[in-house]
């Protein structure tokens, strides 16, 4: 049985991303660089914007921890498109190749909901494809969270084992796959496309 949809996660899997594309901007020396990501502006900390936080609140906190860095850690929010780096190699062609045999396209993403309109408005010429996307920080809810993916599958009217999701994270593939999903550990463009093709989803 072929299956009825693709959801994919973003980060990591369409987009590479992280903060050090943003801050190796702003931080001449490395070692130092390294210390800032490591304990202040850390991956966990922004975390808390995917899960629902404004970055108002986030900054004022860690701002009042560490003053001395208090213009970088404003920096993250009307900066943040610049912690998002180029698509992952071969992914638009693939997000194309899926469209044009019309495969409906969805995603589930963790990703602040102040940052992500932003963000889908400068890639539209990927997002537009997509029927529609959950985002995680407009929810409140985060991946590996199952509560994400059943409000995902019912929003999008998709059934589990009939719906690929693809994601870099083992944990949220994990989490899908609990739940009956087709879920696919994304970790390059060619064996990802081979095995949509093994689904039937796209042609040799």
Request: charged share 25%; net charge negative.
């Amino acid at each position: 049985m072929t299956p009825d949809a693709v959801i994919f996660d973003v980060g990591r899997v369409l987009y590479d991303w992280h903060p050090r594309y943003l801050y190796r901007r702003l931080i001449d020396d490395d070692r130092a660089l390294d210390a800032f990501l490591r304990d202040v502006v850390t991956i966990d900390w922004h975390f808390q914007h995917d899960a629902g936080r404004p970055f108002a609140e986030t900054s004022a906190e860690l701002a009042a921890l560490y003053p001395q860095h208090a213009d970088l850690i404003a920096a993250w929010g009307p900066r943040f498109l610049d912690s998002i780096g180029d698509p992952m190699p071969g992914m638009p062609a693939l997000v194309d190749d899926l469209h044009d045999a019309g495969v409906p396209l969805y995603a589930i993403t963790n990703f602040s909901g102040e940052f992500w309109p932003p963000f889908r408005a400068r890639e539209s010429a990927m997002f537009d494809r997509f029927r529609d996307i959950v985002v995680s920080g407009d929810e409140k809810l985060v991946k590996p969270d199952p509560a994400i993916y059943r409000l995902a599958l019912d929003r999008f009217g998709l059934d589990a084992q009939r719906s690929v999701f693809i994601d870099d994270n083992e944990a949220n593939i994990a989490s899908a796959r609990d739940l009956g999903i087709i879920a696919l550990h994304f970790t390059d463009e060619p064996t990802l496309r081979g095995q949509l093709r093994d689904l039937g989803l796209l042609k040799a």
